[in-house]
């Protein structure tokens, strides 16, 4: 059983982390590896990366948004209360290393993947910008621990309420056009966001890499749920990724296949939602 020591909830409740007891993984884990977890038995098993960890305390940090079902479920565990399974760590991790100048770019729950990496490749000795964004203020995360893993950072918001209004492509438009010497750039969040922000930096030339969020299943290269094209190529994400060069990546046929199952994800979680309505005693 792996513990929930500590829960804060994050953008108006609809993003959740959790510091859980996993010592192993935490003595393992590099930053752009995941693991997939399940609440329970019947538990469907939902990968998540890994924004931080304490391997001294044996601790992984997850950050999920409350998306469906299982990261509703997820949503009802306390401190306290356990996850059955955590397996990991899983997926290859991030090549760090010095170019010079790079550019991280994180959108909504994107930016708990971006952090690890980002701090990473402070760590390496490159200078990084940093460009954040969500649709509002209220729904930013991780500014601070951002801030502290970058030379400089650049807040967008959608709706105008906070930093830049705007997409983030427009503040990375203006970093690439002020420092050409960048040598790489890291963008992870909503698949349209990676697929503008791929197109853009292969404008400029820039080395890109993206961190793809196929179904997945196993998480060990068997089941090939999570098959995504890059180059032409046939990869699994969970054991030949999950970061691959956006520039080759095709976009559309991994939008096509995460929306495999829409319909009856939404059944699932209309019924989950009225299972826990105030007032149902289905759950008791
Ligand atoms: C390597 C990897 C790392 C990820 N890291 C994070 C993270 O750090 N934070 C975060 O908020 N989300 C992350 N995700 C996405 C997260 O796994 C999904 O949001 C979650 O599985 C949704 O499950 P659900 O039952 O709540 O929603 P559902 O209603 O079942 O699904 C909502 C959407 O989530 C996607 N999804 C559903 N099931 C899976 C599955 N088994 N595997 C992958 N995607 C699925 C589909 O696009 C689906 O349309 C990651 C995904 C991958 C592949
Ligand atoms: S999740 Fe099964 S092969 Fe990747």
């Known amino acids: 059983m792996f513990e929930i020591v500590a829960r804060q909830e994050m953008a108006q409740g609809t993003i959740i982390s959790n510091w859980v007891k996993a010592p192993k993984i935490a003595k393992k884990a590099k930053p752009g590896q995941f693991v997939i977890l399940r609440a329970n038995e019947k538990g469907e098993r ?8 304490d391997p001294e305390k044996g601790l992984i940090n997850i950050i999920y948004m409350v998306v469906g079902k299982s990261t509703a479920l997820f949503k009802t565990l306390k401190v306290g209360d356990s996850y059955l399974d955590v397996i990991g760590p899983l997926g290859q991790p991030t090549h760090l290393e010095k170019v010079g100048k790079v550019v991280c770019v994180g959108g909504g729950t994107g930016i708990a993947v971006l952090y690890p990496i980002t701090r990473g490749l402070k760590q390496m000795g490159n200078y990084v910008y940093s460009v954040i964004g ?25 709706d105008g309420t906070y930093g830049h209004k705007g997409f983030v492509t427009d503040v990375l438009k203006k970093v690439l056009t002020e420092h050409q010497d960048i040598g790489l750039a890291v963008c992870i969040g909503p698949v349209p966001m990676m697929k503008f922000c791929s197109l853009m930096t292969k404008e400029f030339g820039v080395k890109t890499l993206v961190s793809l969020n196929p179904i997945m299943v196993d998480g060990t290269g068997m089941c090939g749920c999570c098959r995504v094209q890059v180059g032409g190529k046939m990869q699994f994400a969970c054991v030949d990724g999950p970061e691959f060069d956006g520039h080759e990546t095709d976009f559309e046929e991994l939008t096509l296949r995460l929306r495999s199952y829409l319909p009856e994800e939404k059944a699932s979680y209309d019924l989950f939602q009225k299972e826990h309505a105030p007032g149902c005693s289905c759950q008791k």
């Open 46 to 53: 939902i990968p998540l990366t890994m924004a931080d960890t």
């Open 134 to 158: 969500a649709r509002s203020k209220d729904l930013l995360i991780l500014e601070d621990e951002m801030k502290a893993a970058s030379d400089e950072l650049f807040i967008c918001t959608d």
